[in-house]
């Protein structure tokens, strides 16, 4: 004879089985990195390896969010893991001091082997293409060339790294357009003058030649990014020859102390 109380527990049991279950697919789920990551992010990611132990168990925290919101697929490249962390550690680094920061227009990254040809306005120069934020038809996808991502790490010094690039465009996307003023972060009583100073500097890198690269003349959105580029990985060499530009940098991305 069956009671009540046997039914209650077989459907207890029952719960318990579907939970347990439910669990280990979610498990799954998650993000699993290769065991030396950290070493891998200490030895290619020059901002990580100058964190202390706490900023960096946040800057790992932000990696795995990163990458458990954002698929990464390789295009005729195999998408190994350092790829994957220096992909991550191009998104996190712009916004390291933004803790909630969710890239919502990204949901793919396409890894592509070497430098791509696309029909793609590059406004007269002749940098080689070596990422891009989609638009159209590849809203909310990046393209960035396998190349191109490692070597923006490896020459920590030199002023370019093409993940930081592309994921500030996608952060001055983000305000509805790329027009090189990050609303989205950028306090609205500074936008005209960061305008003013995109204007004045792209006049005199046109008149004068610069140490910025000359890419960043192409229009405001390309000077955002260049320039952002400079900031991250030369800091130091940013505020000895251009004091206001990196002032004004360390306003938009927050990194004054
Ligand atoms: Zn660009």
Redesign the pocket.
Known sequence: MVTVLQIFFVLLLIVIIILFVFRISKEHETIILSENYRELLNDYVKFYEQLDEQGKERFEERVKQFLSAVQITGVNAIVEDLDRLLIAAGAIIPVYTIPDWQYVNLHEVLLYPGAFNEDFDQGGSNRPIG???GTGAMQHVMIITKWQLRQGFINSNDTHNTAI??FV?LIDKMDGTMDGVPEIILERKYVERWKNMMDSTIWQMKKNGSDIDM?GA?NH??FF??ISEYFFERPDLLKTNHPELYEMLERIYKTGR
């Open positions: 990422g891009m934020v690039h592309e465009h890419y192409t959105a390309e990014a260049v």
